[in-house]
């Protein structure tokens, strides 16, 4: 009886190969597979992702976050109209999210009371539900002239504004010296 109650207690290895192939899968195993996925990772010679061309798939993953755009300054400006129907008509020509509709007097009238100057700020920084329109395809010059557009379609009488330290191109042109008359 005592033999039997002996073995129910013992385990599965019954000799030294056993322990020594236990070990081994148990311990040496493990230690070569993290050594392998270690030396993986850390390799430069990894395939590329979606591609055979390293080189590239460097270099979109390392690119910069920004982009700056360098714009000629010397570029003649939009007019208004080119301006409203490029980034202003979404809203405003069909009154989306309570944007006043070009040409409506009623909805534009308290807005022209408060003059250009305030209508150009809340266009580049935007108000209610109006995000902020500068920055964009259209530089902060042209934004004041789709303004103008906008507000002068409503009955404002407000100039379309050229960029800031250029001389107006009509005022030299049109006033030569007239000469002295004697009689």
Not at 156 to 181: C, M, T, V
Request: glycine fraction near 12%.
């Amino acid at each position: 009886m005592s033999d039997t109650h002996e073995e129910a207690h013992t385990g599965p290895i019954k000799n030294p190969k056993q322990l020594l192939v236990t070990v081994l899968f148990s311990f040496v195993l493990p230690i070569f597979a993290i050594i392998g996925l270690v030396m993986f990772v850390t390799s430069g010679n990894k395939p590329a992702e979606g591609g055979a061309n390293p080189e590239k798939a460097v270099a979109e993953r390392i690119q910069k976050v920004g982009m700056v755009e360098v714009r000629d300054a010397n570029r003649p400006l939009r007019p208004g109209e080119e301006v409203f129907k490029g980034q202003c008509a979404a809203c405003h020509a069909t009154g989306a999210a309570g944007a006043p509709k070009l040409g409506d007097a009623a909805a534009w009238a308290p807005r022209i009371q408060q003059g250009f100057a305030t209508l150009v700020q809340s266009a580049l920084k935007g108000k209610g539900a109006m995000a902020p329109q500068g920055g964009g395809e259209f530089d902060d010059t042209e934004i004041a002239r789709g303004v103008a557009y906008l507000a002068n379609s409503a009955g404002a009488k407000f100039a379309e504004p050229d960029r800031p330290g250029a001389a107006p191109a009509a005022a030299g042109a049109s006033a030569p010296a007239a000469p002295a008359s004697g009689g």
